[in-house]
């Protein structure tokens, strides 16, 4: 046999495709086994041992059971999204408990305390690990290779300015700002790769928009998303979501893109962790967000409590 398994006390637990754990005799002739590959018994493909020297407990092969909605973006199949589920204190039988541990505690009311409301925008500090923060690196000379890259991959499709479009209508709207860097002060910045994804379906109207790596990180490095603290689980119970919907009268739908640019990067700090360049002609031109940026790995946590805030500050709305 030629396929990996877990050896316990009790016997051997293989995993993978059910045919690498099968003898020769045992597969049907159009499936071929590799001889002498991690075999442990010298004449194992050529005669069966006793089943009190070899035995099997079983054969895990999982096959699904439903369909999959996430199927068509997640190529590499169901095991690494239901790991979490896997290991969740549900599963293990655990007892789930709705308070917060003193650590969390402790950095929500942090967070809490730094949200304040200037010049009809929400301004924040964001909650870091600090041991963490500090270890992050500021990733330069990748980011700038990749640039080059989506540079060198979007102007053969005649896309590269509709891509830079995107980033002049986020400076119009103050989402980003230009800043001089200097080479020399590179490494005092985080700079994050950026790549495009590309629609050219004929419905669709923006064909071209960035997506920002905050997870990006070299060998034995720090991303920004691990030195982040990500908050405490803010996901709803989905039967209690469709009774409430189907209770009330009223249902309010928002974008929830415009709450993110309500929300203001209150130290020059952390507005120096969310660096990028973008090349315009000849030219490298540097930028970095001032405002919260979509998808990194803290944003729902940030937004659950400042509409938290607003919902204080301004009962009436």
Known sequence: MYGAAFSTPRGL?????????????????R??????ANINYPSLLDKTPPLSEFRINFVLNPE??????????????NVKRGLENMFSMESLGLPITEELSTVDEEMVQKFRNTISYKDGRYHVQLPWYEDKVKSVPSNHNAALK????????????GLY?????????????GIIEEITVTPEDFQKYIWIPHRPVLKLADQTTTKVRPVFNCSYKGANATSL???AYPGVNLMGDMLELLIRFRANKYVLLADIRKAFLMIRLELEEDRNRFCFSLKKGDN???????????GFNVSPF???????????????D
């Open 13 to 29: 637990v293989p995993f993978g495709n059910s045919r690498c754990s099968m003898y020769e005799n045992q597969l049907k002739p």
């Open 31 to 36: 499936h071929k086994v590799k001889r002498g």
């Open 64 to 77: 699904e059971k439903y369909p999959d909605p996430l199927k068509a973006w997640f190529e590499e199949g």
């Open 146 to 157: 990749i640039l080059e890259r989506v540079v060198k991959d979007l102007e053969k499709k």
């Open 161 to 173: 300015d509709k891509y830079v479009d995107i980033f002049r209508q986020q400076e119009d709207e």
């Open 225 to 227: 998303n691990e030195a």
């Open 284 to 294: 490298l031109h540097c930028y970095r967000y001032s405002t919260i940026l979509f």
């Open 302 to 316: 940030i937004l659950n409590y400042v509409l938290k805030y607003h919902a204080e500050k301004f009962p009436a």
